[in-house]
């Protein structure tokens, strides 16, 4: 017998400017409320849809008013006989009475909408400090719902083993209070939809029974819709490393006048044919940085992101971008700049004549930290059918690669907190997990350059790109999130 669609709703509460808002923003993929950094921000209880399914089933977010003053708030319930149906026939004003007002409204919301209570708070905090905690819990318990601790503000992401230390702390702290369920860390910045997976499949678990297969069925949905966008994430990032390694320029002949002639001669690269060469070299990387910035933008959109923040999301991945290579400081940051896709400015620059990229650096010394480990490190110069001609070298074409698994996670751990990109989101351990990762396919990667360059078609090379970038981030993701990612990733083969 087939199952009538059913409503189930989540109420966030906590203490006032514990980041509500700015959690449900992440959830929600919208810029919900209002934030700001100020107490009482939010003054009205709104449901939000966090996601439906083909049966009419509906998950919805409550964003609550925050807790103003809860030692008062408890002493005056614990009075009534009747607390929580004291609290909410009597009439409050909204203005001289503010706290217990927006306490009303927070506790209204979750006592006849909530399925299950989401309780936020300063994860930085110790718990033992927080004062206004333990009231709060108490009123919480008076609702009669179950009630699931989330972790916020746990700073930018760190090692597994340092996040699971702190949510230990916690919970400890935490089971003296029977109502609640569980602890989990949430944080409205930098957390993935792998993270989100575990929060989903604990929450779901507190349900009531009757609305489970309603429930199964809306989770299904998110999961699939993920794994989703996982796939074209990286049907994205494969195209755009294949279009680089299938990519070549011929070196114009000698004599012949070109785009980048009075650039490269105010430059005064040496010989006439060094200058050809490096012309080659330069408008290769011009439309490399432009294939990078449109990629960038398409999984911003496939996020559900303003792809506008595209330039801000290169320079993220940039500042942690280590260049392997024996280059000096400034060769190696504008070599990041490169493979990151953060140097936007280069195609604007050239195409006026100009000769500066991000705070004057000059054109030539971005050829120059390609080639001054050796030309082959990154670049090529083949002859074919007698016509010279460069590309991108093999060394390169795997820091590339790099680059298009640190633009994913940066892209995927996106926090709607402020509504646009946040600092902190790309640290620098995960070029340590990527590295790995693309360490145990080396001896793979030689074949596969040859593979991809000599495809049929752009979809033939792209191929066997994309089962080699899908293993590097399952397996980047499963160090990330030990255990949450497999199970994310299991049901469906990536």
Same mark, same amino acid.
């Given at each position: 017998?087939?199952?009538?669609?059913?409503?189930?709703?989540?109420?966030?509460?906590?203490?006032?400017?514990?980041?509500?808002?700015?959690?449900?923003?992440?959830?929600?993929?919208?810029?919900?409320?209002?934030?700001?950094?100020?107490?009482?921000?939010?003054?009205?209880?709104?449901?939000?849809?966090?996601?439906?399914?083909?049966?009419?089933?509906?998950?919805?977010?409550?964003?609550?008013?925050?807790?103003?003053?809860?030692? &008062?708030?408890?002493?005056?319930?614990?009075?009534?006989?009747?607390?929580?149906?004291?609290?909410?026939?009597?009439?409050? !004003?909204?203005?001289?009475?503010?706290? =217990?007002?927006? /306490?009303?409204?927070?506790?209204?919301?979750?006592?006849?909408?909530?399925?299950?209570?989401?309780?936020?708070?300063?994860?930085?905090?110790?718990?033992?400090?927080?004062?206004?905690?333990?009231?709060?819990?108490?009123?919480?318990?008076?609702?009669?719902?179950?009630?699931?601790?989330?972790?916020?503000?746990?700073? $930018?992401?760190?090692?597994?083993?340092?996040?699971?230390?702190?949510?230990? &702390?916690?919970?400890?702290?935490?089971?003296?209070?029977?109502?609640?369920?569980?602890?989990?860390?949430? !944080?409205?910045?930098?957390?993935?939809? #792998?993270? %989100?997976?575990? =929060?989903?499949?604990?929450?779901?678990?507190?349900?009531?029974?009757?609305?489970?297969?309603?429930?199964? &069925?809306?989770?299904?949905?998110?999961?699939?819709?993920?794994?989703?966008?996982?796939? +074209? /994430?990286?049907?994205?990032?494969?195209?755009?490393?294949?279009?680089?390694? *299938?990519?070549?320029?011929?070196? +114009?002949?000698?004599?012949?006048?070109?785009?980048?002639? /009075?650039?490269?001669?105010?430059? @005064?690269?040496?010989?006439?044919?060094?200058?050809?060469?490096?012309?080659?070299?330069?408008?290769?990387?011009?439309?490399?940085?432009?294939?990078?910035?449109?990629?960038?933008?398409?999984?911003?959109?496939?996020?559900?992101?303003? $792809?506008?923040?595209?330039?801000?999301?290169?320079?993220?991945? *940039?500042?942690?971008?280590?260049?392997?290579?024996? #280059?000096?400081?400034?060769?190696?940051?504008?070599?990041?700049?490169?493979?990151?896709?953060?140097?936007?400015?280069?195609?604007?620059?050239?195409?006026?004549?100009?000769?500066?990229?991000?705070?004057?650096?000059?054109?030539?010394?971005?050829?120059?930290?390609?080639?001054?480990?050796?030309?082959?490190? @990154?670049?090529?110069?083949?002859?074919?059918?007698?016509?010279?001609?460069?590309? =991108?070298?093999?060394? =390169?074409?795997?820091?590339?690669?790099?680059?298009?698994?640190?633009?994913?996670?940066? #892209?995927?751990?996106?926090?709607?907190?402020?509504?646009?990109?946040?600092?902190?989101?790309?640290?620098?351990?995960?070029?340590?997990?990527? %590295?790995?990762?693309?360490?145990?396919?080396?001896?793979?990667?030689?074949?596969?350059?040859?593979?991809?360059?000599?495809?049929?078609?752009?979809?033939?090379?792209?191929?066997?790109?994309?089962?080699?970038?899908?293993?590097?981030?399952?397996?980047?993701?499963?160090?990330?999130?030990?255990? /949450?990612?497999?199970?994310?990733?299991?049901?469906?083969?990536?």
């Amino acid at each position: 017998m087939n199952q009538p669609p059913v409503d189930i709703q989540f109420a966030l509460v906590s203490h006032t400017n514990n980041g509500k808002t700015t959690l449900a923003r992440t959830l929600v993929g919208v810029d919900v409320g209002e934030v700001r950094d100020a107490a009482h921000v939010t003054v009205l209880a709104e449901a939000h849809v966090l996601q439906t399914s083909a049966a009419g089933d509906r998950l919805l977010l409550w964003d609550t008013p925050g807790f103003g003053d809860s030692l &008062r708030l408890l002493k005056r319930l614990a009075s009534a006989g009747n607390p929580i149906g004291w609290f909410m026939r009597e009439v409050f !004003d909204r203005y001289r009475d503010r706290p =217990f007002w927006l /306490s009303q409204q927070a506790l209204r919301a979750a006592k006849d909408a909530a399925d299950v209570v989401l309780y936020l708070v300063n994860s930085s905090e110790d718990p033992r400090d927080a004062g206004y905690l333990a009231p709060e819990m108490k009123i919480l318990e008076w609702l009669g719902k179950p009630v699931v601790v989330l972790l916020n503000q746990l700073g $930018p992401p760190r090692p597994d083993p340092q996040e699971q230390a702190e949510q230990a &702390r916690w919970k400890e702290y935490l089971d003296q209070f029977g109502i609640v369920r569980d602890v989990l860390a949430l !944080d409205a910045f930098a957390r993935c939809w #792998v993270h %989100e997976d575990v =929060f989903y499949e604990r929450v779901g678990k507190l349900v009531d029974e009757a609305k489970r297969p309603g429930y199964a &069925r809306l989770l299904a949905t998110w999961q699939a819709e993920n794994l989703k966008r996982l796939h +074209e /994430s990286v049907r994205l990032s494969a195209a755009q490393v294949a279009a680089a390694a *299938r990519d070549s320029q011929a070196i +114009e002949a000698e004599g012949k006048g070109n785009l980048f002639k /009075s650039a490269l001669k105010a430059v @005064g690269l040496g010989k006439d044919e060094q200058k050809r060469q490096d012309a080659a070299m330069a408008t290769l990387i011009e439309r490399l940085n432009r294939r990078i910035a449109d990629t960038t933008a398409a999984l911003l959109r496939l996020h559900r992101v303003d $792809p506008g923040e595209a330039g801000r999301i290169n320079a993220r991945v *940039r500042d942690h971008f280590a260049v392997r290579a024996p #280059v000096d400081k400034t060769q190696a940051g504008l070599l990041g700049a490169v493979v990151s896709g953060a140097a936007t400015g280069l195609s604007a620059d050239l195409m006026a004549g100009g000769l500066t990229l991000g705070g004057g650096a000059l054109l030539g010394a971005i050829v120059g930290g390609l080639t001054m480990a050796g030309a082959a490190w @990154g670049f090529n110069t083949t002859t074919e059918r007698d016509r010279p001609s460069v590309q =991108f070298a093999d060394p =390169f074409l795997r820091t590339l690669l790099v680059g298009a698994v640190l633009r994913y996670l940066a #892209v995927a751990h996106f926090g709607r907190g402020r509504g646009q990109f946040v600092e902190g989101e790309a640290p620098a351990f995960w070029q340590l997990e990527v %590295e790995a990762a693309l360490a145990r396919r080396e001896a793979d990667l030689a074949r596969l350059w040859k593979t991809v360059r000599t495809a049929p078609d752009e979809d033939g090379a792209a191929q066997p790109l994309r089962a080699l970038l899908e293993g590097v981030v399952a397996d980047t993701l499963e160090r990330l999130y030990p255990g /949450s990612a497999a199970q994310a990733l299991a049901r469906q083969p990536v």
